[in-house]
């Protein structure tokens, strides 16, 4: 009976002896958390983030406040950003101003204080009076970060949330676009001069609040901009990233005018960006009315691009195309036509950058029995077979 006590009174003991063990570990981590809470304070983050961005960015960062909870999102640390703005001066590419057609165009986007002597209407209604221009800009960032990772020089961000963001990207010519103002880091290994980052691992983006980007380009006679209604990226396991999009996009050049086409995607996109290869599967888009199926990898490890796609259009009806880009292609609207076309489009071999000849393609097109009409002439015309044109192989240059 005494031995039996003896060990009850030990197994009780160690079992003390355990909780304290636990106890004080939890309250170590416990003070560890709150001490890098009051460390994490705005002013410290404020600082860090100024630095950084002197590093990565050759223009003005602001931001209204920019906070960091370890408790949040716990075990990883979240770190918010409100208010945020990037600016550049407007004298940077003010050179270009004279290029830039006058009236209404998207080209002045995100100009705070546009005044030139070619646009002077366009200092009306001005913001800034130093005269910046803004390259990209949300109402808030939130964003999950491993600080265990982070501690092997390793960025892995669980979740990223980013609420109402407006970015205006604007290109001049071959050289030269706003984007410049950013010193992102190179591809190549032995360029020295651009800062390197730590390999970074995100989990899953949303964009939320009515995104909306604007691109121009003076070379390509275009503006577009593109309207985002849902966008979800979701990594699996750092293989893979299922991607799922519904957007519009705005396009105007002066050959086409212009263009408003409800955009959707879904996909699963694998990228090795060590190897520097990139490849889709499974992918369905539907553009206006019109919808595809496609799967697709580019190899960019070598001089020239290697570019190996697949892609489908299964029976379009094509009076619905006709109906819809009538308006900015009015010969369309004459054609009289019940039929419905299917398309196959494989594309395999090299796009070689300095000649701009793009790889092999071939397209096999089929148009089923339909009836054939012109506005104009009484008389219909009538496919009654079943035609099939192909173009088994061919190159262009660009």
Same mark, same amino acid.
């Given at each position: 009976m005494e031995e039996s006590e003896q060990k009850q009174v030990s197994k009780r003991r160690k079992g003390r002896w355990w909780k304290v063990l636990l106890w004080s570990v939890l309250g170590l981590w416990a003070?560890?958390?709150?001490?890098?809470?009051?460390?994490?304070?705005?002013?410290?983050?404020?600082?860090?983030?100024?630095?950084?961005?002197?590093?990565?960015?050759?223009?003005?960062?602001?931001?209204?406040?920019?906070?960091?909870?370890?408790?949040?999102?716990?075990?990883?640390?979240?770190?918010?950003?409100?208010?945020?703005?990037?600016?550049?001066?407007?004298?940077?590419?003010?050179?270009?101003?004279?290029?830039?057609?006058?009236?209404?165009?998207?080209?002045?986007?995100?100009?705070?204080?546009?005044?030139? *002597?070619?646009?002077?209407?366009?200092?009306?209604?001005?913001?800034?009076?130093?005269?910046?221009?803004?390259?990209?800009?949300?109402?808030?960032?939130s964003a999950s970060v491993n600080?265990?990772?982070?501690?092997?020089?390793?960025?892995?961000?669980?979740?990223?949330?980013?609420?109402?963001?407006?970015?205006?990207?604007?290109?001049?010519?071959?050289?030269?676009?706003?984007?410049?103002?950013?010193?992102?880091?190179?591809?190549?290994?032995?360029?020295?001069?651009?800062?390197?980052?730590?390999?970074?691992?995100?989990?899953?983006?949303?964009?939320?609040?009515? *995104?909306?980007?604007?691109y121009t380009s003076i070379p390509d006679d275009l503006e577009g901009a593109v309207s985002l209604d849902h966008l979800s990226v979701k990594n699996h396991r750092e293989q893979h990233y299922d991607v799922d999009l519904d957007t519009r996009l705005h396009l105007r050049t002066s050959a086409t005018?212009?263009?408003?086409?409800?955009?959707?995607?879904?996909?699963?996109?694998?990228?090795?960006?060590?190897?520097?290869?990139?490849?889709?599967?499974?992918?369905?888009?539907?553009?206006?009315?019109?919808?595809?199926?496609?799967?697709?990898?580019?190899?960019?490890?070598?001089?020239?691009?290697?570019?190996?796609?697949?892609a489908t259009i299964d029976d379009q009806p094509v009076s619905e195309v006709t109906g819809y880009f009538g308006d900015n292609f009015p010969i369309l609207k004459k054609l009289k036509t019940d039929a419905r076309v299917s398309l196959d489009a494989h594309c395999n071999g090299y796009y070689i950058a300095q000649t701009k000849e793009l790889p092999q393609m071939s397209v096999h097109l089929s148009v089923p029995d339909s009836k054939v009409g012109w506005e104009g002439i009484d008389e219909e015309g009538r496919m009654d077979r079943r035609p099939m044109w192909e173009l088994p192989s061919f190159r262009a240059r660009g």
């Amino acid at each position: 009976m005494e031995e039996s006590e003896q060990k009850q009174v030990s197994k009780r003991r160690k079992g003390r002896w355990w909780k304290v063990l636990l106890w004080s570990v939890l309250g170590l981590w416990a003070i560890l958390l709150v001490g890098i809470q009051i460390v994490l304070n705005s002013r410290v983050l404020t600082s860090i983030a100024n630095r950084y961005a002197s590093e990565y960015i050759e223009g003005n960062v602001e931001f209204s406040d920019i906070k960091a909870s370890v408790f949040k999102s716990f075990p990883n640390l979240n770190v918010s950003i409100e208010g945020f703005v990037l600016t550049y001066p407007h004298e940077r590419f003010a050179s270009f101003d004279s290029l830039i057609p006058p009236g209404d165009s998207l080209h002045f986007s995100g100009w705070q204080f546009p005044s030139s *002597p070619c646009h002077p209407e366009r200092s009306e209604g001005s913001v800034r009076s130093e005269g910046s221009d803004t390259l990209a800009s949300f109402s808030r960032l939130s964003a999950s970060v491993n600080y265990m990772e982070a501690l092997k020089k390793k960025i892995r961000i669980p979740h990223v949330v980013l609420e109402h963001p407006r970015i205006f990207l604007h290109r001049y010519d071959s050289l030269s676009g706003n984007w410049n103002v950013l010193r992102l880091p190179s591809s190549d290994p032995e360029d020295t001069s651009s800062i390197k980052l730590p390999p970074i691992s995100i989990g899953r983006v949303s964009l939320e609040k009515n *995104p909306f980007t604007v691109y121009t380009s003076i070379p390509d006679d275009l503006e577009g901009a593109v309207s985002l209604d849902h966008l979800s990226v979701k990594n699996h396991r750092e293989q893979h990233y299922d991607v799922d999009l519904d957007t519009r996009l705005h396009l105007r050049t002066s050959a086409t005018g212009t263009l408003d086409l409800p955009f959707k995607l879904q996909t699963r996109f694998f990228p090795d960006l060590e190897k520097r290869i990139y490849s889709v599967k499974g992918l369905k888009a539907s553009v206006a009315m019109i919808e595809m199926a496609a799967d697709g990898l580019v190899d960019m490890s070598g001089e020239n691009i290697f570019i190996k796609a697949d892609a489908t259009i299964d029976d379009q009806p094509v009076s619905e195309v006709t109906g819809y880009f009538g308006d900015n292609f009015p010969i369309l609207k004459k054609l009289k036509t019940d039929a419905r076309v299917s398309l196959d489009a494989h594309c395999n071999g090299y796009y070689i950058a300095q000649t701009k000849e793009l790889p092999q393609m071939s397209v096999h097109l089929s148009v089923p029995d339909s009836k054939v009409g012109w506005e104009g002439i009484d008389e219909e015309g009538r496919m009654d077979r079943r035609p099939m044109w192909e173009l088994p192989s061919f190159r262009a240059r660009g």
